[in-house]
Nanobody, 120 residues
Framework: VQLQASGGGLVQAGGSLALNCTAS????????MVWHRQASGKERELVAR???????NYADSVQGRFTISRDYDKVTALLQMNSLKPEDTAVYYC???????????????WGHGTLVTVSS
């Protein structure tokens, strides 16, 4: 399974950006789609997750500002980022957990990162 991430760029503080992650390939089910980020000199952290039943969870630092949603037909996860802050500057990565057969062992796949830069 391959992931294509897009939507990064440069934005001023207080602005908005939307990131897209689209999965392609052969799989029976995607259990979860997750956005992570890694700022320069810091460890990668989970930003937002959405599961197959639509449940979501967010990092405390983005709660109330970011929204993750999922388009099942297109196997795409959208991360809408509002009220961006300079500390949101990072490379954002998409990750999915999927199975090849229902009830089978899960696999993971990572997309290439997309850079988000928020200027003050």
């Amino acid at each position: 399974v391959q992931l294509q991430a897009s939507g990064g760029g440069l934005v001023q503080a207080g602005g908005s950006l939307a990131l897209n992650c689209t999965a392609s390939g052969t799989f029976a089910k995607i259990n979860s789609m997750v956005w992570h980020r890694q700022a320069s000199g810091k460890e990668r952290e989970l930003v937002a997750r959405i599961t197959s039943d639509g449940s979501t969870n967010y990092a405390d630092s983005v709660q109330g500002r970011f929204t993750i949603s999922r388009d099942y037909d297109k196997v795409t996860a959208l991360l809408q980022m509002n009220s961006l802050k300079p500390e949101d500057t990072a490379v954002y990565y998409c990750n999915i957990n999927y199975v090849l057969d229902i009830g089978g062992l899960p696999f993971g796949s990572w997309g290439h990162g997309t850079l988000v830069t928020v200027s003050s």
